[in-house]
């Protein structure tokens, strides 16, 4: 019922950087009113998926202590969109980073799903050569 399409990413050598953006929107011209909060997650090989960096529709941020100081996430809130920019990228960032979104309101206010339900985009891969 939700889609989250992400874009930006590719191949950078280490200390370059990227920018990632995903976008959320629904089916059959169905309009979102809101998204509670909005992530990104990356997996590398082998490793679980882990968070990144969060933002809530109020503003408020979180992110791992691998990418303090050198990730900043953004949210435009009447596009419904995401975006991570990466800088001083080190080959430990190498992964499939993932979009995430939980709490998505309808035009009319009401939850799609649940106020729990989460939803993925299908991955973009970042690759950081040394």
């Known amino acids: 019922q939700v889609q989250l399409v992400e874009s930006g990413g590719g191949l950078v050598q280490a200390g370059g950087s990227l920018r990632l953006s995903c976008t959320a929107s629904?089916?059959?011209?169905?309009?979102?009113?809101?998204?509670?909060?909005m992530a990104w997650y990356r997996q590398a090989p082998g490793k679980q998926r882990e968070l990144v960096a969060s933002?809530?529709?109020?503003?408020?941020?979180s992110y791992a202590d691998s990418v303090k100081g050198r990730f900043t996430i953004s949210r435009d809130n009447a596009k419904n969109t995401v975006s991570l920019q990466m800088n001083s990228l080190k080959p430990e960032d190498t992964a499939v980073y993932y979009c995430?979104?939980?709490?998505?309101?309808?035009?009319?206010?009401?939850?799609?799903?649940?106020?729990?339900?989460?939803?993925w985009g299908q991955g973009t891969q970042v690759t950081v050569s040394s």
């Open positions: 995430n979104a939980n709490g998505v309101k309808s035009s009319v206010g009401f939850y799609i799903g649940s106020s729990s339900s989460t939803y």
């Open positions: 933002m809530t529709s109020g503003g408020t941020t």
């Open positions: 629904r089916s059959s011209s169905r309009s979102i009113s809101s998204i509670d909060a």
